[in-house]
C-alpha cells in the first residue's frame, strides 16, 4: 500500500516535526489537536521551521510554499478518516493512549494503518484496542525530527508483514533511515541510551564532577555531539523519567531503576528546555 495522505494526532514537538518531514517530502498531512489554538500553533511552529529553512538558503520559497499547502490543521478526529496511515504523538502514557487508539480504529478506513511514536511503551497492547491489529505497529521518530536521521519501526506480535513493509517505505520515503525491533521496552535506542543517562545523574549526585565537566568529558572523550545532562534537557526530564520507569517495570534491571535527584527535578516541574530550566538554566 502506498501512503499518500498522513494524519498526525498531538501537539508537542515531535507532532509538528514528524509533521514538517512528511509534507517536505510530498505527503499531504492532517494535524490533529485537541484544541483548534494549539493546532493553528502547530501549524505556525512548522512556517516558522521552514522560514528559517529559507534563510538560510537550504529551502526555496517555492518549496516552502508547497509544504505548507499540504499541511491542515484539525480538531475533529473524523478528519483523519482518508488518512492512509496515523501516527500518535501524545502523552507517553498507556491509558490515553490505548483510548486514542479505540477511537482511531472506530473511525478510520479499513485499509489505514495506526502507528504510535512511543519511545519505550509496549505497541501490542495499543493495537489490541483495535480491531486490526495486523494494521498497528510503532513508527518512533527521534527529536528533532527533522535532523534526525533514524526511524525504529517497533513490530508487535500481531502485525503483518505488509504493515511493516509499508511502514518501512513510508520512513524511507521520508529521507529516513529505519531499523527495525521487536516490541520490547526501550527498543534499540533508548534501551542503550538511558542507563548511560542515567548514571550521569548518579555521577553528579554523587559529587564525582560537575555536571558541566561530565558534559565536556563525554564530548570531548567519546566524541558524542551532546553531554549527558544537555540531552537529558532536550528530551526532557520527565520524558526520561517515564522511560526510565518503564524499563524498570519490564527488566527490574538496577541500572534503570531511576536516580532520586531525577525524581525530585520532575517533581519541582524542573523539566529542562520544555520548562526553562533543568540541568541548565533557558531562560536568559
Wanted: hydrophobic residues 45%; glycine residues 8%.
Amino acid at each position: 500500500m502506498s501512503i499518500k495522505r498522513v494524519g498526525i494526532v498531538g501537539s508537542g514537538i515531535m507532532g509538528s516535526g514528524i509533521a514538517e518531514v512528511a509534507a517536505k517530502t510530498g505527503h499531504e498531512v492532517v494535524l490533529r489537536s485537541r484544541q483548534q489554538a494549539t493546532a493553528d500553533a502547530m501549524v505556525a511552529s512548522l512556517e516558522k521551521s521552514l522560514g528559517k529553512q529559507v534563510d538560510k538558503g537550504r529551502l526555496s520559497e517555492e518549496d516552502r510554499d508547497a509544504t505548507l499547502a499540504r499541511v491542515s490543521a484539525t480538531t475533529d478526529l473524523a478528519a483523519l478518516a482518508e488518512c492512509d496511515l496515523v501516527i500518535e504523538s501524545i502523552v507517553e502514557d498507556l491509558g490515553p493512549k490505548k483510548a486514542l487508539f479505540n477511537e482511531l480504529d472506530q473511525v478510520c478506513k479499513d485499509h489505514t494503518i495506526l502507528a504510535t511514536n512511543t519511545s519505550t511503551l509496549p505497541v501490542v497492547e495499543m493495537a489490541m484496542e483495535t480491531s486490526r491489529a495486523d494494521k498497528v505497529c510503532g513508527v518512533h521518530f527521534f527529536n528533532p525530527a527533522p535532523v534526525m536521521s533514524l526511524v525504529e519501526i517497533v513490530r508487535p506480535l500481531t502485525a503483518s508483514d505488509e504493515t511493516i513493509a509499508t511502514a518501512r517505505t513510508f520512513v524511507e520515503a521520508c529521507g529516513k533511515t529505519a531499523v527495525e525491533v521487536k516490541d520490547q521496552a526501550g527498543f534499540i535506542v533508548n534501551a542503550l541510551l538511558f542507563p548511560y543517562l542515567n548514571n550521569a545523574i548518579r555521577l553528579l549526585e554523587q559529587g564525582v564532577a560537575t555536571k558541566e565537566d561530565i558534559d565536556e568529558a563525554m564530548k570531548g572523550g567519546c566524541g558524542f555531539p551532546m553531554g549527558p545532562f544537555a540531552l537529558l534537557d532536550l528530551v526532557g526530564l520527565d520524558t526520561s523519567l517515564a522511560i526510565l520507569e518503564a524499563l524498570y517495570a519490564e527488566f527490574r534491571d538496577p541500572n534503570y531503576a531511576a536516580v532520586p535527584l531525577l525524581k525530585r527535578m520532575v517533581a519541582a516541574d524542573t523539566l529542562g528546555r520544555k520548562s526553562g530550566r533543568g540541568f541548565y538554566d533557558y531562560r536568559r
